[in-house]
């Protein structure tokens, strides 16, 4: 059970609740009685009803779909493709119906709708039942249950992945002793550990564990939430929370003196060379994301970019690397392109790009 129904349980009332509501039939007959107990947004149509989800992110998603059931039966067609979207797996979907329609009864049972009312029916039934189902299912998925539920996933061309184990191995290899010249660097300036770990999202949602070498103070996570203010993203874009989905900081403190060379040169993601060879990412890719960071870009529009590769380097870094007009939705829709264009010869362009990038005196 989520914290959400938890936290429901606990309170005893529905009124946090969020329905997505479509039709025009019942809406003026049910809108008081769902209002006074529940947070609605309406919508007149089925494709209004479509791009509303669609805008939506993990964080966002309402709790309940209320649909009324057309004449035609389109809704059932809808009902299909919210079924077969990971993003709306665990949402509690009830059908209104206007009339009496069996075949429409029987074609929801089918479809395993959460529920079924035909109208004329007491109000606070259905607002009670609605409760109930919020209070005692699996409301939502969470982040870490994406990867499995995700219907399409990422297949690595063969071509690729040589090219990746090749160049990734040989790198590894030449580079050792100098990894170990950066390790001491690290180790004599502070104490802790070389090596930064975080969990990431890469393809597919999968989430893996990353490296890098140690370049901020070892409370660094800790001081991240004083410091969201200073956010280079943060007042381009953000999402319904107030925050943005990608965290850059000007000028970051928390970073130490070895830190921030290794950083300017990129040394620092060179243990990710690790993670290339043993298949977590591949040399050309899309960034891999913290999960603060990834479980704000799970909204249909965004999440195509998980559909590709995790990658050392990628499109938008030798794009638009280093320029402050870059905005977040810019990086979002070069994240997709590549997602959705892959190419030897893409990768290619990338790679030869990359360097020229490195170079740049402004930081990424």
């Not at 993670?275 to 799970?298: C, D, H, K």
Request: charged content about 25%; glycine content about 6%; overall charge positive.
């Amino acid at each position: 059970m989520t914290k959400q129904a938890i936290n429901l349980i606990k309170r005893g009332t529905t009124v946090h609740v969020k329905v997505a509501y479509s039709g025009t039939a019942l809406k003026d007959v049910l809108a008081t009685e769902l209002s006074n107990n529940f947070s609605i947004e309406y919508t007149d149509t089925l494709s209004e009803l479509e791009n509303y989800l669609n805008e939506q992110s993990l964080l966002s998603m309402p709790d309940v779909i209320l649909l009324e059931a057309d004449e035609d039966g389109e809704c059932f067609q809808y009902i299909e493709k919210f079924n077969h979207n990971p993003l709306l797996h665990g949402l509690i979907i009830v059908l209104l119906s206007p009339h009496k329609n069996k075949a429409f009864k029987l074609r929801a049972l089918k479809l395993k709708v959460h529920d079924y009312y035909t109208y004329p029916f007491p109000l606070e039934d259905l607002c009670e039942r609605l409760g109930f189902l919020v209070k005692f299912k699996l409301i939502k998925p969470g982040l870490t249950d994406l990867s499995a539920q995700t219907d399409v996933g990422y297949d690595i061309p063969w071509s690729k992945r040589m090219f990746d184990i090749v160049f990734s191995g040989i790198a590894l290899l030449c580079l050792t002793p100098f990894f170990l010249l950066v390790a001491l660097l690290i180790r004599l300036e502070s104490k802790g550990q070389v090596l930064y770990i975080s969990k990431r999202v890469g393809a597919g949602y999968k989430i893996f564990d990353f490296y890098k070498f140690r370049s901020m103070r070892t409370d660094a996570d800790k001081m991240l939430q004083d410091l969201s203010a200073l956010n280079q993203y943060a007042n381009a874009e953000e999402n319904e929370r107030g925050k943005s989905a990608f965290v850059k900081i000007q000028n970051d403190p928390r970073i130490t003196k070895v830190g921030a060379f290794i950083r300017k040169t990129s040394i620092d993601e060179l243990p990710q060379l690790y993670n290339v060879f043993i298949g977590n990412m591949s040399i050309v890719g899309n960034r891999p994301l913290p999960l603060y960071e990834a479980e704000m870009l799970t909204s249909n529009e965004w999440s195509m970019r998980f559909l590709g590769p995790a990658g050392l380097t990628g499109l938008w870094q030798i794009s638009k690397r280093g320029k402050k007009e870059m905005s977040e939705r810019e990086r979002k829709r070069l994240d997709n392109y590549y997602a959705t264009r892959y190419s030897f010869w893409l990768d290619m362009k990338i790679i030869l790009g990359t360097i020229p990038a490195l170079l740049q005196k402004e930081k990424v």
